[in-house]
T-cell receptor
């Protein structure tokens, strides 16, 4: 199964941009890259997803490398409410199944005031 | 629009007992997946159902089982509970026609095994 790897933790100052990296070197052509975040005592929350092109929404931007072997979640202005664990996973667009069977440990983002 | 609803939110069981957890997806969603979250292992995929059929299964022992009903509601069952089964069990649903669409998660059911 395709896997993703992320740094265990990152820090950012409030109101500064944050770039959260994710490596997925074994990604297949039909895999979509998804990002979720989880606040304490809550279920994960969808952030953004994409296939090949960079994507923007009201929460964040997703930059996908040309070879698709890595991606970066960009929070343009971090706030204290963005402090969470961020997960990068792959979902197979052909079958609809979660190609990656585990979210892994994700990246714990700390936002400093 | 109601989100994904999981019941019960909290429960305590003893070793050897069994437990059934319920998940009601967002109205109109037909795909439901289950995850186990523990501090040591993170979020691990259990199984995925679509139109009452199990489509994918994670690497868990046979004590973990699930099913999906015709109204898309899903249940998971854990038999012969062990201390290590203490975890947050999360359910997620996906919109129809969106094979790789976003997952909508519930708040989870927190199981404590004593």
């Amino acid at each position: 199964d395709a896997k993703t790897t992320q740094p265990n933790s990152m820090e950012s100052n409030e109101e500064e941009p944050v770039h959260l990296p994710c490596n997925h070197s074994t990604i297949s052509g039909t895999d979509y890259i998804h990002w979720y975040r989880q606040l304490p005592s809550q279920g994960p929350e969808y952030v953004i997803h994409g296939l090949t092109s960079n994507v923007n929404n009201r929460m964040a931007s997703l930059a996908i490398a040309e070879d698709r072997k890595s991606s970066t979640l960009i929070l343009h202005r971090a706030t204290l409410r963005d402090a969470a664990v961020y997960y990068c996973i792959l979902r197979d667009g052909a079958s609809g199944s979660a190609r990656q069977l585990t979210f892994g440990s994700g990246t714990q983002l700390t936002v400093l005031p | 629009k109601a989100g994904v609803t999981q019941t019960p939110r909290y429960l305590i069981k003893t070793r050897g007992q069994q437990v059934t957890l319920s998940c009601s997806p967002i109205s109109g969603h037909r795909s439901v997946s289950w995850y186990q979250q523990t501090p040591g292992q993170g979020l691990q995929f259990l199984f995925e159902y679509f139109s009452e059929t199990q489509r994918n299964k994670g690497n868990f022992p046979g004590r973990f089982s699930g099913r999906q009903f015709s109204n898309s509601r899903s249940e998971m069952n854990v038999s012969t509970l062990e201390l290590g089964d203490s975890a947050l069990y999360l359910c997620a649903s996906t919109r129809p026609g969106r094979r790789a669409g976003e997952l909508f998660f519930g708040e989870g059911s927190r199981l404590t095994v004593l």
